[in-house]
């Protein structure tokens, strides 16, 4: 497999283990990788993503409960393929 269609298929798998575990109302999921090249994350295999995710499931959960809950989400993934994580989530209401 291609390194562009391996980044592909992981951005894919994110992007649906957290429509499945939170039903997004909007969801954007970018592989920044190629602004790390000869950092150490990226010659392991293992990739940097930026994901902007707004869920009502997101509603009292502090900030860092929901870095945590996206961290879970993604289980394997943080070991296997994601060497870098940002993430931004919102409830519908802190968006307007």
């Known amino acids: 497999m291609s390194e ?16 499945a575990a939170f039903q997004p109302q909007a969801l954007e999921v970018v592989d920044d990788s190629h602004k ?9 295999g293992r990739g940097h993503f930026a994901v ?6 997101f509603a009292g959960m502090a900030p860092l409960a929901r870095h945590r809950a996206v961290y879970a989400t993604l289980g394997e993934m943080m070991q296997t393929d994601i060497h870098a994580l940002q993430i931004v989530a919102k409830t519908p209401e802190e968006v307007g």
């Open 36 to 44: 790390h090249a000869g950092h150490a994350g990226a010659r392991d």
């Open 52 to 57: 902007k995710i707004v869920s009502p499931a």
């Open 4 to 19: 562009a269609a391996a980044a592909g298929d992981r951005v894919a798998r994110i992007r649906a283990a957290l429509q």
